[in-house]
């Protein structure tokens, strides 16, 4: 699996803690940044990596700001992709199992770096489920189509 992540400044930490994870797991990554504390734009690093992931060069994404909120906004407004916004395992596990999430966006600033790597760990190992819920993905592509 290959991941694409990415960050802003208030997200910067967490992102560097679960590099260290996806590194020791022997996962492969991309770091489209940002890459410092200094402050910056959330869009400019959630489209990145958003294409990387809705062009298929990358299976899924990882972003992370400081409340996980803005960047999840903006990763979704690209065609293709589901960021969601997961501050607790069960959302991560349910996600993935019925919405196909192919972005996980956390806040740095509303969880701490323990929970988040078990957040991680868990988004990465769950699989969509398809069957009724293919069906709502669909229909979620559908109004994307409308909409465009
Ligand atoms: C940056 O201060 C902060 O607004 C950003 O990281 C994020 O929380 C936005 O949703």
């Known amino acids: 699996m290959r991941i694409a992540i990415g960050s802003d400044h208030g997200g910067y930490r967490l992102k560097q803690k679960v590099i260290e994870f996806l590194k020791e797991t022997g996962i492969e990554y991309k770091d489209f940044g940002c890459y410092s504390c200094e402050s910056v734009d959330y869009p400019d690093f959630?489209?990145?990596?958003?294409?990387?992931?809705?062009?298929?060069?990358?299976?899924?994404?990882?972003?992370?700001?400081?409340?996980?909120?803005?960047?999840?906004?903006?990763?979704?407004?690209?065609?293709?992709?589901?960021?969601?916004?997961?501050?607790?395992?069960?959302?991560?596990?349910?996600?993935?199992?019925?919405?196909?999430?192919?972005?996980l966006a956390m806040g740095e600033r509303v969880i701490g770096q323990g929970l988040a790597i078990e957040i991680v760990k868990t988004w990465l190992a769950s699989k969509f489920e398809g069957g009724r819920h293919e069906r709502r993905v669909r229909k979620i592509m559908e109004i994307e189509k409308e909409e465009s």
């Open 46 to 103: 959630a489209l990145p990596v958003a294409k990387a992931v809705a062009s298929g060069e990358y299976d899924r994404g990882i972003l992370i700001c400081g409340t996980g909120i803005g960047i999840s906004i903006a990763a979704n407004k690209v065609k293709g992709i589901r960021a969601a916004l997961c501050h607790d395992c069960f959302s991560a596990k349910a996600s993935r199992q019925h919405n196909d999430a192919n972005i």
